[in-house]
């Protein structure tokens, strides 16, 4: 399948007409539509054909203009290569430079969980029809130039024989003109063919005007209340300000949509001024939890932010993606900080982007350079995963970092200027810093040689820092090796890490920056004649810019730990989540794990430290608990759950917040406006989940009492056909129920298997307008019932976090240690039925069995099931996959091929978990 087309021809514009069937009642909606097409092309030189993209396309009807004159149809021969996904239009007895194409054909509709097209709804009551084109799906609509450098304007027009009176029809543009039968809506800028975007649904809006004159709207179903749009709408205003003014630049458009719509193929798409988002990503209501409005603020500002980077300037080749999601990622957060700053953002930012692209950086199947040429529409497509986002965001971060913010804005402004409507490449950026910055800002060498490496090779470095004397440190950086895989070879760094060494000695602060050059075994020295002061601490990389792992050596870490208490939230944030990463060093073996612990021969004893140091201090920031958290939760699952040492540690560090973790679980969902929140001073209920969850697995008596306590609070509320059960409260209750199903009896982990029926129920009994009824689950929840008596919740109320609470119930279903359960989950594993349908969370479960080392119990009763072999792979963590491949009874060449080949699956499965 092709990406690029052969020949030197470009659109001019695309002029497409639709007939949508929007009233099919009863019946199955259309499978197909039927379009008309006037597009206008030029060449360079002569030609006597076409090559186009084009998808599952029924020509009809094909006339060709060349130069001005009409080409008789027996002189045009159309060829159709639908492996490559191409069409060929000949008409060799005529040449010329210019030309009309008009076309009378019929496009395939699809269903709204597919990967793109014209997709439909599958419920009768409230049809709905939108486009997702996103990478590569135009030309499943029209025959077209299907490629972000083929830009050009298009103009639609819309037959609205069908369509009922009452529904709205939305597109790029205003409308031009309307009648009963049609509407016309205005020519578009040059635009990528992925960003031709229509909506048509049953719809109502509420709207306002940006201050520099855009019309600003939110659209939902009409079944909607539109006061639960009004937050975004505001939200949407101050975003577009944000970006004219931090870009200085304003836009060609005059007005700006948002349209939710309950089930689309993505979560939310950027199509020129008509942006489309999932319903639950968009409304706002007082029940609306504090983690899901922040996503909202992020995806809006991301959105919007593609309005410069993506729509105005687009990309010269897919080859660059991270250009265009990497910097939407990163301004998405520039953007919330700016209006939310009490939310302490960037503290997000560390953990959700940087560390998860950290670790997916120490994983085989995760690596890839972050420009790769894709030359076909599934490599294309695969480009969209976590390093274009995350990993482009974390190096927009740095090289933000490295050449100062206002060289950066600058840099950025005049890129943008300089391509309006047009397209652009890294180059281009590249060549505009090289020239505003300083020449010896980077020693030997420009901002365009140092980033080179960055962009060409994968993985990440790791800077060992040790203190070579009583006044000097010195640093190596070593190319951080593969944790799922021994590596042997030369681990010599591939990136030139420029990287800023803070210095702190009481109330004197000085920061020194470091270039250590690729490639290098030689250590680099810095002299800090401060360091004769015990007291003195040395942090590097304080703001977290460079995209690295630092790790000290005792020395160092004692000073650090010292002074933990004074350190910023970023560097005690980075202090933790660097440290943690020793725990997946631990599991390596070969070349780089005897590089680094040469540098750190301490193990896991100073993540043990920054446990105990928080408790000391009290600490309450909620991104560094939750990273402590997480890395306590991470150390059990790895089996270092009944070490002593572990577990006094755990207890020191987080007992302190059982009281804010109570607070958080009965707290109320919802306050009146966005400045009433301030996340980086309380617990969310994610991180109280994970500092319960830890608690309770290390025996805490506090702890299991508060599990007792919510639990049966949970019971209550799941029987009480009018109560509040919240959506903080069922996170943090059900990190409650694993605590107590792994060290309770078979009582406990009924309540978890009546949740997990309640939810299936409720989420079977789904009655959003615009649910895909293809994936209806009626007949298919589970058959089979335990051998023992269970309790039941009656259905009753609403599900406030459907299906995410669901994968948190199956997981919990795996941690008792009963023969019984055992016995019973296994029959269910082998039984053809929900849990198998929703694998992704299954999987997960599986996972969780191989981290607690449970699954010896049940592993025979599993060995020949294929199926499950499959989704136990997908379910691993990183550090799971060492341990299983040395468990005993594993070594078959059948299990190891599957476990090779299983670890493709885990990037796209966390990938799609993410959200």
């Known amino acids: 399948m092709s990406v690029e087309l052969e020949g030197n021809a470009r659109p001019v514009s695309y002029d497409v007409t639709i007939s949508p069937c929007m009233s099919w009642g009863e019946s199955q909606p259309p499978s197909t539509m039927v379009c008309r097409m006037v597009m206008r092309w030029e060449s360079l030189d002569p030609i006597n054909h076409l090559v186009l993209h084009s998808c599952d396309i029924g020509f009809q009807d094909i006339e060709v203009e060349v130069n001005g004159k009409v080409i008789d149809n027996k002189d ?24 009309i194409l008009r076309t009378r054909h019929t496009a395939q509709l699809r269903g709204l969980t597919s990967k793109g097209g014209v997709c439909v709804s599958q419920q009768n009551s409230s049809p709905v029809m939108i486009t997702h084109f996103e990478p590569l799906c135009a030309r499943s609509l029209i025959p077209c130039f299907d490629c972000p450098s083929m830009k050009a304007p298009f103009q639609l027009t819309v037959i609205k024989d069908d369509i009922p009176s009452h529904f709205t029809i939305l ?17 578009t800028t040059r635009i990528c063919s992925y960003l031709f975007a229509f909506v048509i649904a049953d719809l109502h809006s509420i709207s306002t005007t940006s201050s520099s004159g855009i019309k600003l709207s939110v659209y939902a179903p009409r079944t909607r209340d539109l006061e639960e749009a009004r937050s975004s709408l505001h939200v949407l205003k101050q975003t577009i300000s944000f970006f004219e003014d931090y870009f200085d630049l304003r836009l060609n458009m005059s007005k700006l949509d948002i349209i939710g719509i309950p089930m689309l193929p993505a979560i939310a798409m950027e199509n020129h001024c008509c942006l489309v988002f999932r319903l639950n990503y968009l409304l706002i209501s007082r029940q609306t939890p504090l983690n899901r409005i922040q996503r909202i603020v992020r995806l809006v500002a991301h959105e919007v932010s593609h309005h410069w980077f993506g729509n105005s300037t687009s990309l010269d080749s897919w080859d660059s993606i991270w250009l265009k999601e990497g910097f939407a990622r990163y301004l ?13 953002f960037w503290g997000d930012f560390h953990i959700t982007v940087v560390e998860e692209m950290k670790v997916g950086d120490c994983v085989n199947v995760h690596r890839r350079p972050l420009e790769v040429h894709a030359p076909t529409v599934s490599s294309v497509v695969k480009l969209f995963d976590r390093v274009c986002y995350a990993k ?24 943008l200027k300089n391509t309006v409507d047009g397209n652009g490449s890294p180059r281009d950026l590249f060549n505009i810093i090289d020239s505003l910055v300083p020449s010896n800002l980077i020693p030997g060498m420009t901002v365009t040689e140092w980033f080179e490496p960055w962009k060409r090779n994968e993985s990440l470095p790791v800077v060992c820092i040790r203190q070579s004397s009583a006044t000097a440190i010195s640093l190596l950086a070593v190319r951080h090796p593969s944790i799922l895989r021994c590596e042997e070879g030369d681990l010599s760094s591939l990136f030139p890490v420029f990287i800023e060494i803070e210095i702190c000695c009481g ?11 690729p490639g290098g075994a030689t250590e680099q020295h810095l002299s800090i004649p401060e360091m004769v002061d015990g007291s003195c601490v040395v942090v590097a990389n304080p703001d977290a810019s460079t995209y690295c792992r630092c790790l000290y050596d005792d020395t160092l870490t004692n000073r650090l730990l010292k002074n933990f208490k004074t350190l910023t939230e970023t560097c005690r944030l980075n202090l933790i989540t660097d440290t943690s990463s020793l725990l997946h060093i631990s599991t390596m073996s070969g070349q780089g794990k005897a590089v680094i612990q040469s540098y750190l021969p301490t193990g896991v004893d100073p993540l043990f430290k920054y446990f105990e140091a ?3 201090n009290k600490e309450t920031d909620n991104f560094v608990v939750s990273a402590a958290a997480t890395a306590a939760l991470d150390l059990a699952l790895k089996g270092f759950l009944y070490s002593t040492k572990l577990k006094q540690y755990i207890l020191t560090g987080f007992e302190h917040l059982l009281p804010e973790v109570e ?6 969902a919802g306050v009146a406006t966005f400045g009433e929140y301030r996340r980086c001073d309380q617990l969310t209920a994610e991180t109280a989940a994970s500092v319960l ?26 029987n009480d056909e009018g109560g509040e059960r919240g959506t903080d409260f069922l996170i943090v209750a059900m990190s409650a129920v694993k605590a107590k199903v792994l060290h309770g009896g078979l009582d406990d982990w009924c309540v978890a298997w009546s949740m997990y029926e309640w939810v299936q129920t409720m989420t079977n009994n789904d009655s959003d307008p615009f649910s895909d009824h293809s994936h209806n689950h009626d007949d298919q929840t589970t058959s089979l019932t335990p051998p023992f008596p269970t309790i039941k919740f009656p259905l009753v109320g609403t599900l406030p976090i459907g299906y995410n609470l669901l994968g948190t119930v199956l997981e919990t279903l795996f941690l008792s240690k009963h023969e019984a359960v055992n016995d019973f989950i296994v029959s269910l594993i082998l039984e053809d039925n929900q849990m198998q349908i929703e694998g992704r969370f299954f999987s997960l479960a599986l996972g969780l069995l191989v981290n607690y080392h449970i699954i010896d119990g049940i592993l025979p009763k599993l060995v020949k099931s294929k199926f499950t072999w499959t989704l136990l792979v997908a379910g691993l963590n990183y550090g799971s996959v060492g341990w299983l491949r040395n468990h005993k009874g594993l070594h078959t060449p059948r299990f190891q091929d599957i476990l090779d080949s299983g670890l493709m699956c885990i990037d796209s499965l966390h990938h799609s978990l993410a959200d």
């Open 614 to 616: 928080i408790g000391l």
């Open 693 to 718: 969850q830890a608690l309770g697995f290390c025996e805490s008596e506090d702890a299991l009492s508060l599990c007792s306590k919510l639990q049966a609070e949970l019971i209550k509320r799941m």
């Open 332 to 344: 998405e957060y520039l953007c919330t900080d700016k209006l939310f700053p009490s939310w302490g």
């Open 392 to 415: 482009g965001a974390s190096l927009v971060k740095m090289i933000r970092h490295v050449i100062g913010e206002e060289t950066f804005r600058s840099s950025v402004c005049k890129f």
């Open 507 to 517: 109330t004197k602060v000085r920061r020194e920056k470091l270039l250590i050059p």
């Open 171 to 187: 597109s790029n543009t205003p409308v031009e003109e309307e009648s009963e039968s049609r509407v016309r809506f205005k020519q």
């Open 76 to 99: 045009i021969t159309l060829l159709v290569d639908s492996p490559r996904q191409l069409a060929r239009i000949d008409f060799n007895l005529f040449s010329g430079t210019s030309g």
């Open 663 to 668: 607070r958080v679980a009965y707290s109320e």
